[in-house]
């Protein structure tokens, strides 16, 4: 069982940078992938960055260039950096972790990130 609880959300405006985080419980967290999904109103929920147990990363193609994500498993976090926002950034964005590969088992409640123009 893993507990995941973001933190990091907020108003920044449009061309800033944002870091999220994201705290877990458990003591297996370094097994674990994770990723940073959204969802904005009115949208499905979609992938944004996940990084394996061995540090490999993925992005969306959205955020590619502006996003990072890194993990610290001596700490059971995983972070995630956001720069150059847009608006269209606007969501609630969740921390996931998951034994497979692309494949999440637990969430978190999500934090919000809004972008103004």
């Known amino acids: 069982q893993v507990q995941l609880v973001e933190s990091g959300g907020g108003l920044v405006q449009a061309g800033g940078s944002r870091r999220l985080f994201c705290a877990a419980s458990?003591?297996?967290?370094?097994?674990?992938?994770m990723g940073w999904f959204r969802q904005a109103p009115g949208k499905e929920r979609e992938f944004v960055a996940g990084?394996?147990?061995?540090?490999?990363?993925s992005y969306a193609e959205s955020a590619k260039g502006r996003f990072t994500i890194s993990r610290e498993n001596g700490k059971n976090m995983v972070d995630l950096q956001m720069n150059s926002l847009k608006p269209e950034d606007t969501a609630v964005y969740y921390c996931?972790?998951?034994?497979?590969?692309?494949?999440?088992?637990?969430w978190g409640q999500g934090t919000q990130v809004t972008v103004s123009s």
């Open positions: 996931a972790a998951g034994s497979k590969w692309s494949i999440y088992d637990y």
């Open positions: 990084i394996s147990w061995s540090g490999t990363t």
């Open positions: 458990g003591r297996t967290f370094s097994r674990y992938h």
